[in-house]
């Protein structure tokens, strides 16, 4: 009979993790071990039902809570990256699904790679901030990689592992995000309730921030060119706004390969487990009669400047993708709680790259962190002067 999958997943209380873990329950996965950042309400209810070996939190109080909570099992619980570590270097299973949101996902990227797991890769951040480190060291410990953004995903289906010289394009595909076709004057006044109404994807806060900035089309831009070994000059972006293309493929010969579905993550983090095999759907069928027509549109970089940004960190690269990624952190953030506007999102991130654009680069992953922290210190001392004056 065949074993079912045995597998961690990080971030086990967000948008991603949670849809992880109703696959796990339909495929009959073996849940091994849960982590999150605080929310040890969700966390205990998904420990009672899986039954892992572990579940950590990163904030401490949240998870001496959990471990009160849990205490009449025989569940074990820590605490902060330390724990972390633990789950991926003692924990066995067959895949490490890392589905924590932002630069927090950079060290257990790190650490499953270094562990030579397979790593089901939904924190794109990380990727954004190390990409080149991360593949080299994928490399070397010969671990896998296998994207959970469904861009991602579906490139690396369409590509079926032919090589980088063989690709003339990747073509991502956005669905624009709920202010396609607004003009600057018309994102001044949007307000956060409607930034967080994406049309066609139900997603965690962050990432619909970026989604309706266009960040995060731009970190996808990033993460396509390290995952794929394919430059920015061979990355394009088209806008999709039915969300059914999920992305192209070009070749040489101007043949294309696309990749379609209704939009549902749960595909894409079914195959990135499974992955080379193909299971059952937990996924609706598509039907494309039904949906009549697609459209498509090309990305408005004037009114959406972050995505072009995006494309000249890359270009530039050094610690240019980190500082984008940090700076966006520390706006998205400020937006979240209502300190700053829309357009502030933008203006504090271009005004945090042209500071560190030219600075000189190693390459270490400290230096990585020490351009993180001080782009996270520039761009919040941008936003403190713009609330003083
Ligand atoms: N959602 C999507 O459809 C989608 C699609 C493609 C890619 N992604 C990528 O997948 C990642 C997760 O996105 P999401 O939408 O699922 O985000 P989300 O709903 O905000 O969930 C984030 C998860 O990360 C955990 N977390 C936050 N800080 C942490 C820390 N310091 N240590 C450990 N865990 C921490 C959160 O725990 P708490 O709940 O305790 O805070 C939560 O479990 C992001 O990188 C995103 O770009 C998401």
């Not at 329950?25 to 420990?47: C, F, H, N, P």
Request: proline fraction near 4%; include cysteine; glycine fraction near 10%.
């Amino acid at each position: 009979m065949e074993q079912s999958k045995s597998v961690v997943i990080l971030g086990s209380t967000g948008s991603i993790g949670r849809q992880a873990l109703g696959i796990a329950e339909a495929e009959g996965w073996r849940v091994m071990a849960l982590a999150a950042g605080s929310d040890y309400v969700t966390i205990e209810k998904q420990a009672r039902k899986f039954r892992p070996v572990l579940c950590v939190l990163d904030d401490v109080n949240a998870a001496r809570q959990l471990k009160t909570a849990l205490s009449d099992t025989d569940i074990k619980v820590l605490a902060g990256r330390e724990g972390i570590g633990q789950i991926i270097n003692e924990v066995p299973c067959d895949v490490i699904i890392n589905a924590i949101t932002g630069a927090a996902g950079l060290f257990p990227t790190l650490e499953t790679v270094r562990s030579g797991r397979r790593l089901a890769l939904a924190n794109k951040e990380s990727l954004v901030m190390a990409g080149g480190f991360i593949m080299a060291e994928a490399r070397t410990r010969g671990a896998e990689i296998i994207p959970v953004d469904s861009e991602h995903s579906t490139i690396f289906r369409c590509l079926a592992g032919r090589a980088p010289h063989e690709i003339k394009k990747i073509i991502l595909t956005a669905s624009g995000g709920p202010f396609y076709g607004y003009t600057l004057k018309m994102l001044k006044n949007v307000t956060l309730e409607q930034a967080l109404a994406h049309p066609t994807w139900a997603m965690g806060k962050r990432i619909t921030i970026d989604s309706a900035t266009l960040m995060n089309k731009g970190f996808e831009v990033i993460e396509a060119s390290y995952l794929f070994g394919v430059g920015p000059e061979r990355i394009e972006v088209l806008i999709q706004r039915e969300s059914i293309i999920h992305s192209l493929v070009e070749y040489f010969d101007n043949s294309i390969t696309a990749g379609l579905s209704v939009p549902d993550m749960r595909l894409c983090i079914q195959f990135a487990v499974n992955y080379p095999e193909i299971k059952p759907a937990v996924i609706e069928p598509l039907d494309l009669a039904a949906i009549g027509r697609l459209t498509f549109g090309r990305p408005d970089t004037g009114a959406f400047p972050l995505l072009r940004a995006a494309f000249d960190c890359l270009a530039e690269g050094g610690a240019m993708p980190a500082a984008l990624n940090a700076a966006d952190e520390v706006a998205v953030s400020a937006f979240l709680e209502g300190k700053i506007g829309f357009l502030d999102i933008p203006a504090t991130v271009l005004q945090t790259l042209e500071h560190f654009s030219g600075r000189a680069f190693s390459g270490s992953i400290e230096e990585v962190l020490e351009f993180d922290r001080l782009a996270r210190e520039y761009a919040g001392r941008i936003l403190d002067r713009s609330k003083g004056g």
